[in-house]
Protein backbone atom coordinates (compact mmCIF):
# COMPACT_ATOMS: atom_id res chain seq x y z
CA UNK A 1 0.00 0.00 0.00
CA UNK A 2 0.75 3.82 -0.23
CA UNK A 3 3.53 4.98 2.63
CA UNK A 4 3.43 8.30 4.11
CA UNK A 5 3.42 10.88 1.22
CA UNK A 6 5.17 14.73 1.94
CA UNK A 7 4.22 17.76 -0.44
CA UNK A 8 6.52 19.84 -1.63
CA UNK A 9 9.41 17.89 -1.82
CA UNK A 10 11.34 20.76 -1.92
CA UNK A 11 10.50 24.75 -0.67
CA UNK A 12 12.25 27.84 -1.28
CA UNK A 13 10.92 31.05 0.24
CA UNK A 14 12.51 34.26 1.11
CA UNK A 15 12.53 35.55 4.74
CA UNK A 16 9.57 36.86 6.12
CA UNK A 17 6.84 34.67 3.90
CA UNK A 18 4.34 31.90 5.24
CA UNK A 19 5.11 28.49 3.95
CA UNK A 20 2.57 25.21 4.12
CA UNK A 21 4.03 21.92 4.11
CA UNK A 22 1.78 19.26 3.60
CA UNK A 23 1.77 15.58 4.76
CA UNK A 24 -0.70 12.26 3.55
CA UNK A 25 -0.40 9.15 6.58
CA UNK A 26 -1.19 6.24 5.63
CA UNK A 27 -4.58 5.05 5.25
CA UNK A 28 -6.30 4.25 8.38
CA UNK A 29 -3.51 5.17 10.65
CA UNK A 30 -4.85 7.44 13.99
CA UNK A 31 -1.35 9.10 14.99
CA UNK A 32 1.00 11.11 12.83
CA UNK A 33 3.91 13.38 13.78
CA UNK A 34 5.87 16.18 12.69
CA UNK A 35 9.74 16.43 12.80
CA UNK A 36 12.31 18.32 11.93
CA UNK A 37 15.68 17.15 10.95
CA UNK A 38 18.48 20.11 10.96
CA UNK A 39 22.22 19.91 10.89
CA UNK A 40 22.54 22.00 14.49
CA UNK A 41 19.93 20.30 16.34
CA UNK A 42 19.37 16.23 14.74
CA UNK A 43 15.78 15.19 14.44
CA UNK A 44 13.45 17.05 16.89
CA UNK A 45 9.96 16.20 17.95
CA UNK A 46 7.24 18.77 16.81
CA UNK A 47 3.94 17.82 17.03
CA UNK A 48 1.71 14.58 17.78
CA UNK A 49 -1.48 14.24 16.74
CA UNK A 50 -4.42 11.77 17.87
CA UNK A 51 -7.10 11.91 15.33
CA UNK A 52 -7.57 15.78 14.79
CA UNK A 53 -7.06 16.37 18.17
CA UNK A 54 -2.60 17.79 19.00
CA UNK A 55 -2.47 16.87 23.11
CA UNK A 56 0.54 18.33 22.98
CA UNK A 57 2.17 21.37 21.07
CA UNK A 58 4.87 21.80 23.07
CA UNK A 59 7.51 20.88 20.61
CA UNK A 60 6.54 23.80 18.54
CA UNK A 61 9.60 25.65 18.39
CA UNK A 62 7.86 29.31 18.43
CA UNK A 63 4.07 30.72 18.16
CA UNK A 64 5.04 31.07 14.09
CA UNK A 65 4.51 27.43 13.76
CA UNK A 66 1.30 25.98 14.12
CA UNK A 67 -0.30 22.78 13.02
CA UNK A 68 -3.50 21.00 12.24
CA UNK A 69 -5.11 17.93 10.99
CA UNK A 70 -8.65 17.39 9.40
CA UNK A 71 -10.91 14.46 8.84
CA UNK A 72 -8.41 12.39 10.66
CA UNK A 73 -6.03 12.35 7.89
CA UNK A 74 -4.18 15.17 5.97
CA UNK A 75 -1.95 17.77 8.13
CA UNK A 76 -0.51 20.66 6.89
CA UNK A 77 2.60 22.68 9.52
CA UNK A 78 2.35 26.03 8.33
CA UNK A 79 5.26 28.39 9.62
CA UNK A 80 4.55 32.21 9.53
CA UNK A 81 7.42 35.29 8.73
CA UNK A 82 9.83 32.42 8.44
CA UNK A 83 13.35 32.64 8.97
CA UNK A 84 17.01 31.65 8.05
CA UNK A 85 17.31 29.01 11.04
CA UNK A 86 13.33 27.97 10.25
CA UNK A 87 15.73 26.11 7.12
CA UNK A 88 15.45 22.16 7.49
CA UNK A 89 13.53 19.10 6.43
CA UNK A 90 10.32 18.21 7.71
CA UNK A 91 9.33 15.31 8.44
CA UNK A 92 6.29 13.59 8.77
CA UNK A 93 5.64 9.78 10.21
CA UNK A 94 2.03 7.96 11.12
CA UNK A 95 1.55 5.08 13.19
CA UNK A 96 -1.54 2.66 13.68
CA UNK A 97 -2.83 3.65 16.92
CA UNK A 98 -0.16 6.39 18.45
CA UNK A 99 1.19 4.31 21.28
CA UNK A 100 4.66 4.27 22.52
CA UNK A 101 5.28 0.23 21.02
CA UNK A 102 3.83 1.35 17.44
CA UNK A 103 6.10 1.45 14.82
CA UNK A 104 6.26 5.08 12.78
CA UNK A 105 6.45 5.46 9.53
CA UNK A 106 8.32 8.28 7.88
CA UNK A 107 7.59 9.98 4.63
CA UNK A 108 10.45 11.58 2.65
CA UNK A 109 10.42 14.92 4.02
CA UNK A 110 10.16 18.50 2.94
CA UNK A 111 13.29 20.03 2.62
CA UNK A 112 12.75 24.06 3.61
CA UNK A 113 15.07 26.69 2.24
CA UNK A 114 14.59 30.40 3.58
CA UNK A 115 16.55 33.00 1.94
CA UNK B 1 12.07 12.34 30.54
CA UNK B 2 14.27 9.90 28.09
CA UNK B 3 16.96 10.50 26.05
CA UNK B 4 19.55 8.97 23.92
CA UNK B 5 23.39 8.71 23.30
CA UNK B 6 24.40 7.20 20.59
CA UNK B 7 28.52 7.03 21.60
CA UNK B 8 30.15 7.40 18.17
CA UNK B 9 29.29 10.03 15.63
CA UNK B 10 30.99 8.21 12.69
CA UNK B 11 32.46 4.32 12.67
CA UNK B 12 34.39 2.83 9.80
CA UNK B 13 34.65 -0.64 8.98
CA UNK B 14 35.72 -2.72 5.94
CA UNK B 15 33.13 -4.80 4.06
CA UNK B 16 32.70 -8.17 5.47
CA UNK B 17 33.75 -7.60 9.17
CA UNK B 18 31.26 -6.97 11.71
CA UNK B 19 29.55 -3.77 12.65
CA UNK B 20 29.01 -2.44 16.37
CA UNK B 21 27.02 0.83 16.46
CA UNK B 22 26.29 1.82 19.96
CA UNK B 23 23.44 3.51 21.96
CA UNK B 24 22.71 4.55 25.92
CA UNK B 25 19.33 5.60 26.45
CA UNK B 26 17.40 6.92 29.99
CA UNK B 27 13.97 6.94 30.47
CA UNK B 28 11.60 7.26 33.51
CA UNK B 29 9.26 4.50 32.12
CA UNK B 30 9.84 0.86 30.52
CA UNK B 31 10.68 1.73 27.11
CA UNK B 32 10.22 0.96 23.90
CA UNK B 33 13.61 1.17 21.87
CA UNK B 34 14.61 1.18 17.96
CA UNK B 35 16.91 1.63 15.21
CA UNK B 36 15.82 3.71 12.10
CA UNK B 37 18.37 3.79 9.33
CA UNK B 38 18.31 7.01 6.55
CA UNK B 39 20.30 6.49 3.31
CA UNK B 40 21.36 9.54 1.63
CA UNK B 41 18.78 11.15 0.32
CA UNK B 42 15.75 8.88 1.44
CA UNK B 43 13.73 8.69 3.96
CA UNK B 44 13.81 7.10 7.59
CA UNK B 45 13.51 3.19 7.23
CA UNK B 46 12.69 0.77 10.72
CA UNK B 47 15.33 -1.76 11.18
CA UNK B 48 14.27 -3.10 14.11
CA UNK B 49 12.40 -2.60 17.50
CA UNK B 50 12.38 -3.64 20.98
CA UNK B 51 8.99 -3.42 23.11
CA UNK B 52 9.42 -5.55 25.80
CA UNK B 53 9.18 -8.45 24.57
CA UNK B 54 12.48 -11.22 23.84
CA UNK B 55 15.59 -8.69 24.70
CA UNK B 56 17.82 -10.14 21.52
CA UNK B 57 15.72 -8.32 18.34
CA UNK B 58 16.34 -9.26 14.87
CA UNK B 59 15.75 -6.72 11.97
CA UNK B 60 15.94 -6.41 8.52
CA UNK B 61 19.10 -6.51 6.24
CA UNK B 62 20.85 -9.19 9.50
CA UNK B 63 20.60 -6.56 11.94
CA UNK B 64 20.14 -7.31 15.37
CA UNK B 65 20.13 -5.60 18.97
CA UNK B 66 20.23 -6.80 22.29
CA UNK B 67 18.27 -4.50 25.22
CA UNK B 68 20.12 -4.52 28.70
CA UNK B 69 18.64 -3.06 31.11
CA UNK B 70 21.36 -3.23 33.95
CA UNK B 71 23.14 -1.71 30.96
CA UNK B 72 20.85 0.99 29.67
CA UNK B 73 22.08 0.01 26.40
CA UNK B 74 20.60 -1.31 23.24
CA UNK B 75 23.58 -1.79 20.84
CA UNK B 76 23.19 -2.71 16.99
CA UNK B 77 25.39 -5.62 15.23
CA UNK B 78 25.31 -6.83 11.93
CA UNK B 79 28.13 -9.76 11.60
CA UNK B 80 29.34 -9.10 8.35
CA UNK B 81 29.02 -5.28 6.70
CA UNK B 82 27.78 -4.97 3.04
CA UNK B 83 28.10 -2.01 1.57
CA UNK B 84 25.10 -1.12 0.88
CA UNK B 85 24.67 -0.37 4.10
CA UNK B 86 26.44 2.48 4.37
CA UNK B 87 23.92 5.07 5.83
CA UNK B 88 22.88 6.99 9.12
CA UNK B 89 21.52 5.11 11.63
CA UNK B 90 19.36 6.33 14.62
CA UNK B 91 19.04 5.27 18.26
CA UNK B 92 15.36 6.14 18.85
CA UNK B 93 13.39 5.76 22.57
CA UNK B 94 10.16 6.14 23.35
CA UNK B 95 8.24 6.14 26.91
CA UNK B 96 5.93 3.98 27.77
CA UNK B 97 2.26 5.13 28.31
CA UNK B 98 1.60 6.99 25.39
CA UNK B 99 3.09 8.61 22.14
CA UNK B 100 2.31 12.03 23.22
CA UNK B 101 5.80 12.80 23.17
CA UNK B 102 6.68 11.67 20.23
CA UNK B 103 10.10 9.60 19.73
CA UNK B 104 13.07 11.13 20.70
CA UNK B 105 16.32 10.32 18.50
CA UNK B 106 20.08 9.82 19.22
CA UNK B 107 22.52 12.25 17.24
CA UNK B 108 22.83 9.54 14.67
CA UNK B 109 26.05 7.23 13.98
CA UNK B 110 27.10 7.57 10.35
CA UNK B 111 28.46 4.00 9.40
CA UNK B 112 31.35 3.95 6.10
CA UNK B 113 31.81 0.80 5.07
CA UNK B 114 35.51 0.26 2.94
CA UNK B 115 35.82 -1.52 0.49
Known amino acids: GAGVSQSPSNKVTEKGKDVELRCDPISGHTALYWYRQSLGQGLEFLIYFQGNSAPDKSGLPSDRFSAERTGGSVSTLTIQRTQQEDSAVYLCASSLFGTSTDTQYFGPGTRLTVL | ?115
Open chain 2, 1 to 115: AQSVTQLDSHVSVSEGTPVLLRCNYSSSYSPSLFWYVQHPNKGLQLLLKYTSAATLVKGINGFEAEFKKSETSFHLTKPSAHMSDAAEYFCVVSARGGGADGLTFGKGTHLIIQP
